[in-house]
């Protein structure tokens, strides 16, 4: 009799977990069109902006290592920059040839706290890691 009723509680357990699966996986098909057409820059109707996370230059991480949008801000008696250092041109960067913000190595596992969207940086920018990218 035990033995019974063991397969008949595995049964409506199988059976329960199945069903939950059935039920939730259209949702699959539908998060991630979502997520295309907002990488696309069409307007969702869900609130959140499309507009990139750009990185504050008062963010913690970012002081800490003197991140400037505009490079020729930074004081190159104090860090040492070159004229020719621009986050575009940094191993860092990851941003297309010709894009004004990109993604940075450092930055990009972060998200904005209110779009949800990883940080990108000012390919005009600079900071203290910066490296030169390889030929």
Same mark, same amino acid.
């Given at each position: 009799?035990?033995?019974?009723?063991?397969?008949?509680?595995?049964?409506?357990?199988?059976?329960? %977990?199945?069903?939950?699966? *059935?039920?939730?996986? @259209?949702?699959?098909?539908?998060?991630?069109? %979502?997520?295309?057409?907002?990488?696309?820059?069409? @307007?969702?109707?869900?609130?959140?902006?499309?507009?990139?996370?750009?990185?504050?230059?008062?963010?913690?991480?970012?002081?800490?290592?003197?991140?400037?949008?505009?490079?020729?801000?930074?004081? %190159?008696?104090?860090?040492?920059?070159?004229?020719?250092?621009?986050?575009?041109?940094?191993?860092?960067?990851?941003?297309?040839?010709?894009? *004004?913000?990109? @993604?940075?190595?450092?930055?990009?596992?972060?998200?904005?706290?209110? *779009?949800?969207?990883?940080?990108?940086?000012?390919?005009?920018?600079?900071?203290?890691?910066?490296?030169?990218?390889?030929?």
């Amino acid at each position: 009799m035990a033995a019974r009723e063991t397969k008949s509680t595995e049964r409506r357990k199988f059976l329960n %977990t199945a069903l939950k699966g *059935i039920a939730v996986a @259209p949702l699959g098909f539908i998060l991630p069109v %979502t997520d295309v057409l907002a990488a696309k820059g069409v @307007p969702s109707n869900d609130g959140i902006s499309s507009e990139i996370a750009k990185l504050p230059e008062n963010d913690r991480q970012a002081k800490a290592l003197s991140y400037k949008e505009d490079a020729t801000m930074v004081d %190159t008696a104090q860090f040492n920059r070159k004229e020719n250092q621009f986050c575009s041109n940094c191993q860092l960067f990851s941003g297309s040839p010709g894009d *004004i913000w990109g @993604p940075c190595a450092i930055f990009s596992y972060r998200a904005h706290p209110s *779009i949800k969207k990883p940080f990108e940086v000012s390919a005009n920018g600079w900071c203290k890691s910066w490296g030169p990218r390889a030929a």
